[in-house]
């Protein structure tokens, strides 16, 4: 009687590839590429990290309470442009409506009045954000831009509310015929609109360009040594 042979890896090999109802070989070691850890090969991004999420907050605070700020000053902006703005004369024959001084210039004198203090309004705002805020940010300008049209929009519909009635008719019908009342304050020009936001960003631009922080320039590289 013999004894059986041992049998040996490469035969155990052997019997699992010819055997189709085998088991699969396990392999010892980690598995690149799966599983619920994510490797290299998950292609999933990380979260963006407190640090990086900060600067994003901090220039949407500031762009939000520029636009606060500067859209209040649509209040004084509409209040001058009612005092400021030379009034239009109209007279009524209790028929119609006319033009008392018809080659005036009282109307073009409105769309002016309000170009320059979209101008000058728009230049303080922009000097009082740079003086505050130096070191300068995306945030504010974007605040000085969209607080800038709202404070031009602001001033324009403040000014034609409380100004004359835009009602002629009933306006020349109050005063009596012969009377000269004054026309609805318009704004006849609406580009006139852009003023304030434009001088906002260029002077807050020119501030920043001349008195900025700027960052520190690179140190020069070393000199070569000298070839003997």
Same mark, same amino acid.
């Given at each position: ?5 041992? #049998? #040996? ?19 010892? /070691?980690?598995?690149? /590429? ?6 290299? /090969? *998950? ?5 963006? #990290? ?8 901090? %220039?949407?605070? *500031? ?29 009524? *024959? ?10 005036? %210039? %009282?109307?073009? !004198? ?9 101008l000058g309004l728009g230049?303080?705002? /922009? ?38 009635? #835009? ?8 005063? !009596?015929?012969?009377?000269?009342? *004054? ?29 900025g922080k700027r960052d520190? %320039? ?11």
């Amino acid at each position: 009687m013999t004894a059986p042979k041992p #049998s #040996s890896p490469n035969s155990d090999h052997s019997q699992r590839q010819h055997d189709p109802w085998a088991a699969p070989p396990q392999h010892a /070691g980690p598995q690149h /590429g799966g599983g619920a850890g994510g490797g290299p /090969g *998950d292609g999933g991004g990380k979260p963006p #990290s407190l640090a990086e999420a900060l600067p994003v907050r901090q %220039e949407a605070r *500031d762009a939000v309470l520029v636009t606060l700020a500067v859209a209040v000053l649509g209040v004084v902006f509409g209040l001058l442009w009612l005092w400021l703005a030379p009034r239009v004369p109209l007279i009524s *024959d209790g028929d119609a409506v006319y033009l008392k001084h018809p080659e005036g %210039e %009282e109307a073009m !004198g409105a769309d002016g009045t309000f170009v320059l203090l979209g101008l000058g309004l728009g230049a303080l705002a /922009g000097t009082a954000v740079f003086w505050l805020r130096r070191q300068g940010g995306v945030g504010l300008v974007v605040g000085l831009a969209a607080g800038g049209l709202v404070a031009a929009l602001i001033g324009w519909k403040l000014g034609v509310w409380l100004g004359p009635t #835009s009602d002629l008719a009933a306006h020349a019908k109050d005063v !009596g015929e012969g009377k000269t009342f *004054d026309a609805p304050l318009k704004l006849e020009a609406k580009g006139a609109l852009l003023a304030f936001p434009f001088a906002a960003l260029a002077v807050h631009l020119a501030f920043t360009a001349a008195f900025g922080k700027r960052d520190p %320039e690179p140190p020069l590289p070393p000199a070569p040594p000298p070839a003997w």
